[in-house]
């Protein structure tokens, strides 16, 4: 024991000398772990010395941290401190801090026991490690609830909630020693009051026990269904309640003066019982909300489903109960300080505490999953690949979804071809400059999203899609979705439409030409005749008209073979002229400068 007393008012952390103390005392079997007899051995002489440090110091340092270096805080501390660093690296037994911490608890004032249960709070997160939470639950329990049965439950009402705090954060959700499965109620929690009017009152005494009379029904609901004369009973009293709260409204500066908010130190969860106050009770809003709270959670109770049919309220009952929960409601709305949002926050309330009757009800299932074990495959055998009924794994869902609804497939929902400006949508507001949409996220960098916009245009518009062998993607979209500025880069300019329409029109007068030729008897000129006439009529001289004219008036008409050479060689001439023409036409369409006002008439 002495070796521990040195142990405590060492400085520095437990972990630098706690194990080498244990060992010290015990000499134990196992140089890092005690065994049963040991374990016990080393329990009774913690239990001792802290006996005697409790009964030795003056006033208790319970609660305060142990930083390395102090030498100045408390002898316990620092001795608990040493033992949940030898708990929960498994030197010694688990349970053995919760049996000190149960000790210390039982030997202490009140007074003292806040301080210690603040060492409990700030070490909650180690006592709550599975490995120590398993071996001290039970007792960690055992010690709240003594702890809670000492306090008083009128004037300890904040260490009360702290202790019952802790027990919810400590214990897990689905904890059955915390819930009350069979909902049985706390009907020894009676309310006393004045039976007999005391002398000179000023209030009417027979409200006075009718209103606290009400708070037999509050502790026992169940009784309300068992028996039909105490649900009359407590009807009417509660109508003649409703009846004076309507008929005495609170005024907003009264809300304002008797604040539940600006009195919280002074609040108490149980009101006196005085004849005398009853005056100053009616006009606290607080007190009006206690008693109208009740109401609702005792018609919460009563309309809660999944009870028997014995438990069942009746017609009459359930039309009564919501015709007064409708009052209820009203006059709290009414009660200041804001009437309304306190309503709202009781409903929510009340609300949630719907899903924890249904999940007492159903057995208190535990709220966490386990993982799924996975199955240890032996080594060298081969892992069979599950084998589906139409290849795969998503083909065989979607057969089986057919099969649980055959109109799925005719659903005319099911497939649906898209219009082609709502597809193109996305793609015109990524051109858009004031969009701001960078590169690297344009719809045209998806490969599926532009071959499903292709097809989409092969089908729907041609002239869009046209286009794409031009200007790439982007004219694809639909002219009417672009602003301005970008819809004119993919009009296509008038210029260009004329000298395509110029050069089609070339081609097909020479293609006119050359099926002219073919039906002239071309093969009756011989190559003297042809040369000569190309030459008179690309190069024509006055000799020449001279001479034609001379022979017309020399001779009359010229004989059937001059005519027909002679229509021959204009012929050929008109082809030759066609032909240098269409060679210009070529070279100008070639240098992208053609003049539209360029002569395509034959030469001569």
Not at 228 to 236: I, N
Not at 529 to 545: C, F, H, K, Q, W
Not at 574 to 599: C, H, N, R
């Amino acid at each position: 024991m002495e070796v521990f007393r040195r142990a405590i008012l060492q400085p520095g952390p437990p972990e630098s000398f706690a194990l080498q103390t244990v060992q010290q005392v015990i000499k134990p079997q196992k140089q890092t772990k005690l065994v049963q007899d040991e374990n016990q051995l080393l329990e009774n002489i913690l239990r001792t010395l802290l006996q005697e440090l409790v009964s030795g110091e003056q006033i208790m340092q319970y609660g305060q941290s142990i930083d390395d270096g102090e030498t100045t805080q408390g002898h316990i501390p620092r001795l608990l401190d040493i033992v949940l660093y030898l708990c929960e690296n498994e030197h010694i037994e688990g349970g053995m801090i919760f049996q000190l911490l149960e000790d210390l608890t039982e030997m202490s004032t009140m007074r003292n026991c806040k301080d210690v249960f603040g060492y409990i709070e700030s070490k909650q997160d180690i006592l709550g490690k599975p490995e120590l939470f398993a071996r001290g639950k039970l007792v960690m329990l055992r010690t709240c609830n003594q702890l809670l049965r000492r306090l008083s439950k009128a004037n300890d009402v904040v260490f009360c909630g702290r202790i019952l705090m802790f027990l919810a954060h400590f214990f897990p959700l689905s904890e059955r020693s915390a819930v009350n499965i069979k909902g049985v109620f706390n009907t020894s929690n009676e309310t006393k009051y004045e039976k007999d009017p005391p002398d000179g009152i000023s209030i009417d005494f027979n409200f006075y026990k009718t209103f606290w009379s009400l708070q037999e029904h509050f502790c026992n609901p169940p009784s309300l269904t068992l028996a039909p004369t105490k649900w009359k009973k407590f009807t009417s009293g509660l109508m003649v309640v409703l009846n004076t709260f309507e008929a005495q409204p609170l005024s907003d500066e009264e809300g304002d003066a008797n604040s539940l908010e600006e009195e919280a130190a002074n609040f108490s969860i149980k009101y006196l019982t005085s004849s005398k106050l009853m005056g100053l009770e009616l006009k606290d809003p607080s007190f009006r909300r206690h008693i109208l709270v009740q109401c609702l959670i005792l018609f919460d109770y009563l309309k809660a489903p999944g009870k028997s049919e014995k438990d069942l309220p009746s017609d009459s009952m359930k039309e009564e109960i919501k015709s007064c929960e409708e009052r209820v409601k009203k006059l709290l709305e009414m009660t200041p300080p804001k009437g309304e949002n306190f309503l709202h926050k009781i409903e929510h309330i009340l609300e949630r505490e719907k899903n924890w009757v249904w999940w007492k009800r159903d057995g208190c299932p535990p709220f966490e999953k386990q993982p799924a074990e996975k199955k240890v495959v032996q080594e060298g055998a081969k892992k069979r690949r599950p084998r589906w009924r139409m290849g795969n794994k998503e083909l065989s869902q979607l057969w089986k979804w057919a099969d649980q609804n055959p109109n799925a497939l005719t659903d005319p929902q099911r497939v649906r071809t898209p219009a082609i400006t709502d597809y193109w949508k996305p793609l015109a507001d990524d051109m858009d400059p004031a969009a701001g949409i960078e590169a690297e996220y344009h719809h045209k960098n998806n490969r599926v999203y532009c071959w499903k916009g292709l097809r989409f245009s092969a089908r729907q518009d041609l002239e869009g899609f046209s286009r794409f062998t031009e200007f790439g993607i982007e004219g694809v979209v639909p002219l009417e979705l672009l602003t301005p500025e970008e819809r004119s880069k993919y009009q296509a300019k008038p210029n260009d439409k004329s000298k395509r329409a110029k050069k089609e029109e070339t081609k097909g007068a020479a293609h006119q030409v050359e099926e002219n030729q073919i039906a002239t008897a071309a093969n009756e000129i011989d190559g003297e005749g042809i040369r000569a006439v190309l030459e008179a009529s690309v190069t024509p001289t006055d000799t020449d008209a001279t001479v034609a004219t001379g022979d017309m008036s020399q001779g009359g008409s010229p004989i059937p073979d001059e005519h027909q050479k002679q229509s021959s060689d204009t012929d050929l001439g008109q082809e030759a002229g066609q032909m240098e023409a269409d060679a210009e036409v070529d070279a100008g369409m070639i240098d992208g400068g053609m003049d539209t006002e360029v002569d395509l008439d034959p030469v001569g």
